[in-house]
């Protein structure tokens, strides 16, 4: 029978650019978490006046844009060389629909809660969303929906796809929410909720919206191949920006955040297994190494 593309190594080999994309964002991540451990909880640390107070002021905020804007750049090149330029209307369907999302949750409340964001992210679009953030839920939607592909048996349920795909989006902002709005001001919530300050409605907030971009993506799949994407940079890229958060919430001791992280992310497991689980594997179709390879 046909062999399925998808994580097969002769197909998709694991190319220097990966690597060093790879490699680049994770040593500026680890700088960034770092540089937060030492000097922003531990401000005695930072010298009164001069050179170095001006650099960690003007970083503290620049570095959370500078993460994201590498981390696109570091998507762009592989996709670009994996798939040339037929990801870029995913990326701008991705785009419009979080756009459209977070401008009505900053105006409305809904579906997140009402929020707003500070200055630290930049320029705003329309004068409340930071222009980057809708290029970072195309940068951690492209691997949710690429790594619920990948581990779902029956990958042919495109439904199934969009549903567990939608969790890895939750599980990120188990950490994102904690580290980017209670341990660091990037955006503040009008009523305080239970989690960190973050509502209990903002995470079915995030399961919605994801929904709706992992939809977007699954349509687009049927023209462009994204599932020629590395499955192995797909992982260590997913875990790269979720090291942003998580390495604050470990550096400040928020072990609570962690703990929920590591939850989170056991539950996106166990609902790959369950959605595995609903109906009979067809004849044909087996799981080496419990990630599924059509024979």
């Known amino acids: 029978m046909e062999r399925d593309p998808v994580g097969d190594p002769a197909d998709s080999p694991f190319g220097w650019w990966e690597k060093g994309t790879l490699g680049i964002l994770g040593v500026f991540t680890a700088a960034a978490v770092l540089g937060y451990g030492i000097f922003a909880l531990h401000p005695q640390f930072l010298p009164e006046a001069g050179f170095g107070l001006t650099l960690y002021t003007v970083s503290f905020g620049l570095f959370a844009r500078l993460h994201i804007a590498l981390a696109a750049v ?47 992210l930049g320029p705003k679009l329309l004068g409340r969303v ?53 341990l660091t001001p990037y955006w503040v919530w009008e009523e305080p909720g239970p989690y960190y300050g973050m509502p209990w409605i903002n995470l079915i907030g995030w399961y919605v919206t994801g929904l709706a971009l992992l939809t977007a993506i699954e349509f687009s799949s049927r023209s462009v191949r994204f599932e020629s994407v590395d499955f192995r940079w797909t992982v260590g890229y997913y875990a790269a920006m979720l090291l942003m958060p998580l390495g604050m919430l470990l550096a400040a001791g928020e072990w609570l955040a962690v703990a929920a992280t590591a939850l989170g992310l056991a539950a996106c497991r166990a609902a790959t297994v369950w959605a595995d ?8 179709e087996r799981a080496p190494d419990g990630l599924g390879v059509r024979a």
Do not use: C, K, N
Request: charged share 15%; hydrophobic share 60%.
């Open 277 to 284: 689980g609903r109906s009979r594997v067809p004849d044909g």
């Open 74 to 120: 570091a998507m762009a090149i592989v996709l670009t060389l994996r798939l040339g330029l037929r990801w870029v209307p995913a990326f701008v369907a991705v785009y419009a629909l979080s756009f459209l999302a977070e401008h009505v949750g900053t105006g409305f409340g809904f579906p997140f809660g009402g929020y707003e964001y500070t200055a630290l």
């Open 130 to 182: 930071p222009w980057l953030i809708p290029v970072s839920w195309f940068l951690m939607a492209l691997p949710a929906w690429l790594i619920a592909r990948r581990t779902l048996v029956r990958r042919q349920d495109a439904l199934a796809r969009v549903a567990v795909g939608s969790l890895w989006l939750v599980a990120w902002d188990l950490a994102l929410d904690p580290a980017m709005s209670a």
